[in-house]
């Protein structure tokens, strides 16, 4: 523990593949695993206030924190590698800086001055990276700067690194950057002069980097080091390497490997000792060395970036190395998804995840998807709009309500089983406004959310709008669809799950957001169970016919 509180700053030139966000929580995985306190923010350079409202094929998940911030992505790499839960002031945009800076000159705080980028929006962005530090929580703050040296958004975000290193003073404030070093198949060498102009591009800005963090396909020779240290102007043991990963869990170890964690302490003037990483090794051995596999399908209709749907990708893994399976994925695009074409693209797997969204797009095809599983036996999880999908294909083909809908697809359906918030009902703005953050959730006695989470009562994440419309709960329950967890302030529904079924979970909030190395979620690790033993008992019954 320190007793002041330490900054480390991660910009990134031309970077591709891995970023500054997994160095970020690597680095920030080994100074824990040495007794300190970390955290880690993200700064973004866009003028959206939050990702709230972009569209996932433009900026990846929006990863919601307990206290219902709507964040970027890399928060969620954050969590999963620290275990240590983030919040609202993890994540800064510059629409957030910009709207809190025009609040107060709207408010006469700054007493009749011209307001400027400097100092007033630096100040604004010094004031956001500090306050975690000031909280005393932590020893180590790591701040993840947005976008590429040299953008005109990322300028005043360096502008206030630069005044952050004077005011902090020596050895409580370094930088890291993170930069290409390409390989060139025709000459057959790495060439550093991208690393060296960005390098360059950054001291433009008043901002020596402390570390270099190069990533490249091919080890660094040590020339190439030395060369790199010279015209950078850092030590040659701070010009550290970042070699492809066959996964971004090896990572942590890379870096170990490589002395990054040493190199930081030591310019920070702080203890160094040997990080106890043996339970993330664990985890990785796990990972890397299964003893089967099984193939779940994911249904949803922004498949074609894998970014998309990030967080319940890495909660499979991290729920796959529990029950050393590993956890074969395919994407499968709802829009293309119809009864005629639903056998074939489903018969064969194992489970299916029906995957979180928003609008009318692709949700027959999920409906169909619902409905082949849970006809065929086959283990299901949905999640928010995928459990929606579910009490809608359950009200549909056995209550026999045809037209059973939800009103976010259908305003004016007579039977909405799926139906809007009454707290919801007038708000016209998109962003900020839905059922988010940590909610509480009863678990029903005797039923298979209670088994698997093995407790009374949880809290989950979420994010939407829509709700199970109580009016026909008992209609349901009396046909089979159970609900097995419900807020016990509001008594919405949370979880619905079918008994008759081998394994079968629709649950309105998002869990994949809180899987972690350490702490994999039940939820998923009981669904690839299931997976497996519906994988085992098929074969059998397979060979059993031949």
């Given at each position: 523990m320190t007793t002041t509180t330490k900054y480390i700053f991660v910009t990134g030139g031309v970077t591709s593949s891995l970023g500054k966000g997994i160095i970020a929580a690597s680095l920030a995985?080994?100074?824990?695993?040495?007794?300190?306190?970390v955290t880690?923010?993200?700064?973004?350079?866009?003028?959206?206030?939050?990702?709230?409202?972009?569209?996932?094929?433009?900026?990846?998940?929006?990863?919601?924190?307990?206290d219902g911030a709507e964040t970027d992505l890399d928060l969620g790499h954050y969590e999963r590698f620290l275990n240590v839960p983030t919040s609202q002031a993890n994540n800064v945009t510059t629409g957030r800086i910009y709207q809190s800076v025009i609040e107060k000159?709207?408010?006469?705080?700054?007493?009749?001055?011209?307001?400027?980028?400097?100092?007033?929006?630096?100040?604004?962005?010094?004031?956001?990276?500090?306050?975690?530090?000031?909280?005393?929580?932590?020893?180590?703050?790591?701040?993840?700067?947005?976008?590429?040296?040299?953008d005109i958004e990322s300028l005043p975000y360096i502008e206030a690194v630069r005044q952050l290193r004077w005011d902090l003073g020596e050895n409580n404030g370094i930088v890291i950057h993170l930069t290409l070093v390409p390989f060139l198949s025709a000459a057959g060498e790495l060439k550093t002069k991208p690393t060296q102009h960005s390098v360059k591009t950054l001291m433009e800005s008043g901002v020596q980097a402390d570390i270099l963090v190069c990533r490249t396909e091919h080890d660094l020779p040590n020339d190439l080091r030395r060369k790199l240290a010279l015209f950078c102007n850092v030590k040659e043991e701070a010009v550290i390497q970042s070699i492809d990963a066959s996964t971004i869990y090896d990572v942590p170890n890379?870096?170990?490997?490589?002395?990054?964690?040493?190199?930081?302490?030591?310019?920070?003037?702080?203890?160094?000792?040997?990080?106890?990483?043996?339970?993330?090794?664990?985890?990785?051995?796990?990972h890397k060395n299964p003893k089967t596999e099984v193939t779940i399908g994911l249904v949803g209709k922004y498949v074609e970036l894998?970014?998309?749907?990030?967080?319940?990708?890495?909660?499979l893994i991290h729920a796959g190395a529990e029950n050393e399976v590993k956890v074969n994925i395919e994407s499968i695009h709802s829009e293309y998804l119809s009864s005629d074409n639903i056998k074939l693209k489903l018969s064969h797997l194992d489970g299916v995840l029906v995957a979180p969204g928003f609008g009318e797009r692709g949700i027959e095809g999920k409906i169909d998807a619902v409905k082949f599983v849970r006809e065929n036996n086959i283990p299901f999880l949905g999640i928010c709009l995928g459990m929606q999908m579910a009490?809608?294909?359950?009200?549909?083909?056995?209550?026999?309500?045809?037209?059973?809908?939800?009103?976010?697809?259908?305003?004016?359906?007579?039977?909405?089983?799926?139906?809007?918030m009454e707290d919801q009902k007038n708000i016209t703005e998109m962003g900020g406004t839905m059922r988010l953050g940590s909610w509480d959730c009863d678990l029903k006695m005797g039923s298979l959310a209670r088994d698997i989470y093995k407790a009374e009562s949880i809290k989950e994440r979420h994010r939407h709008r829509y709700e199970f419309n109580s009016a026909y709960k008992s209609q349901m329950e009396e046909k089979g669809l159970i609900a097995s967890g419900l807020n016990p302030n509001t008594g919405l529904v949370e979880i619905v799950e079918l008994p008759e079924h081998s394994w079968f979970v629709g649950v309105q909030y998002h869990p994949e957001y809180k899987s972690t190395v350490a702490n994999p979620h039940p939820l998923f690790v009981a669904f690839v169970k299931a997976a497996f033993n519906y994988k085992k008992k098929h074969k059998s019954a397979t060979l059993a016919q031949k």
């Open positions: 995985k080994l100074l824990q695993a040495q007794g300190y306190r880690i923010q993200k700064l973004d350079p866009y003028i959206n206030v939050d990702p709230g409202t972009l569209n996932p094929y433009e900026h990846g998940e929006c990863y919601v924190t307990d000159e709207r408010r006469g705080e700054f007493l009749g001055k011209t307001v400027q980028v400097i100092p007033h929006i630096t100040d604004e962005i010094k004031a956001r990276v500090q306050s975690l530090g000031n909280s005393g929580d932590y020893d180590i703050i790591i701040t993840e700067i947005g976008g590429t040296v040299g890379l870096m170990l490997d490589q002395g990054l964690d040493k190199v930081v302490l030591k310019k920070l003037n702080l203890k160094s000792t040997k990080p106890d990483i043996s339970r993330w090794n664990e985890f990785v051995k796990r894998q970014d998309s749907y990030k967080s319940i990708l890495e909660a009490v809608i294909e359950f009200a549909r083909n056995v209550l026999k309500i045809k037209d059973a809908n939800s009103t976010e697809m259908a305003p004016d359906c007579d039977n909405p089983v799926i139906n809007l």
